[in-house]
């Protein structure tokens, strides 16, 4: 296991990614984590990399890859009456007609809260018809899981969930499959800790590519990255957890029996890709009238997103935030105009935050 905080680990790691590279072509990782670009950027890791190794950003926020679809929808139940209650990214991404803060200035109830949790308490306050925006990976999959059971057994019938929870292993699979330039992940080890690695496991044999299930530190990514390569090196390709002082193999099996119980795997659209199969999960029959779609005829929304925002080929790596021509003058964290420059996990506003405006 290692020790986060012995920087000789650090100094050797980029002294091994750099003896390896030089017996390399061009390599390409992809990560598919906010909080890995934030450390990525923050300790400026690019900056220590060998030219032929580079590692790009993935599908790695929940609040990025949601829909401007699924944010109308909030809108429209918002302006249908309902009380909307959301974590507070959401609040700021922009809809096609505006985004939920605007909407709350014109007076609809809108609200930001730190978990499900505390949505359920306002709709059994208040009594009002409450719809909680539920975004997230198998992170957060759990805990919606957990008030969905609590909020069924206590027959509170005034609360329900706008489900935008999603998979991130199909979505691994699709840019694998859609035959994406990459040679290496570093999967999100938090996701890990509630799945485990078996979920990686068919990927890595069919694709015959390297995953490493990584932690959060500067040496955790270092240490990754030397993995990845010594696997290309050795033709060996294997799902690794460098991870283990949080990560098991078999991940938290009590919160993967509540997600299940739950929860279905179903096909999903992610913003800037088409329908992921499996790629999301949605309620299971049992649970079905906590669904807002179940319960409130919604018309169909498109999907209508500003022409000039790269969000979509940001997330699937094939751009980075500082191709976009809007980056840093007309799209800022004050003023964003796609979703990957709202969040603290949005790739664009990392870039803006640890680079400038460029
Ligand atoms: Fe979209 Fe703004 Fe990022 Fe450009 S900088 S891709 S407009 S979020």
Known sequence: MIDINDRRIIKR??????????????????HLCGSHEHVICKYGIRDVLPENITVIPGPGCPVCVTTQKEIDTAIYLAEEGYTVVTLGDMYRVPGSRKSLMELQSEGADIRIVYGIGDAVRI????????????????????????????????????????????????????????????QGFICPGHVATITGLKPYYKLCSRYKI????????????????????????????????????????????????????????????????????NG???????????????????PEMKE??????????????????????????????????????????GTCYIFYKYRGFI
């Open 13 to 30: 790691s980029i002294e091994a990614i750099k003896k390896l590279s030089s017996k390399l072509d061009n390599i390409k990782i992809m």
């Open 123 to 182: 709709a059994e306050k208040e009594g009002e018809k409450v719809v909680f925006i539920a975004i997230g990976f198998e992170t957060t999959a759990p805990t919606t899981a957990a008030e969905v059971v609590n909020v069924r057994s206590r027959k509170i019938d005034n609360f329900y969930i706008l489900n935008c929870h999603r998979q991130i292993p199909p979505v691994v699979e699709f840019l694998l499959e859609e035959g994406s330039n990459i």
């Open 280 to 298: 999301g999960l949605k309620l299971r029959k049992k649970y079905r009238n906590l669904d807002i779609y179940y319960h409130e005829d919604i």
């Open 210 to 277: 390297p995953m490493i299930v990584a932690g959060f530190e500067p040496v955790d990514v270092l240490v990754s990255i030397v993995m990845i390569l010594e696997q290309i090196l050795n033709n060996s390709y294997k799902v690794e957890n460098e991870y283990r002082r949080a990560v098991r193999e078999e991940g938290n099996p009590i919160a993967q029996r509540l997600i299940n119980e739950v929860f279905e795997p179903a096909d999903m659209p992610w913003r800037g890709f088409p329908v992921i199969k």
């Open 304 to 345: 209508v997103v500003n022409s000039n925002c790269i969000c979509g080929e940001i997330l699937r790596g094939k751009k980075l935030p500082t191709d976009c021509k809007l980056f840093g003058k007309y799209c800022t964290p004050i003023n964003p105009v796609g979703s990957c420059m709202v969040s603290e996990e």
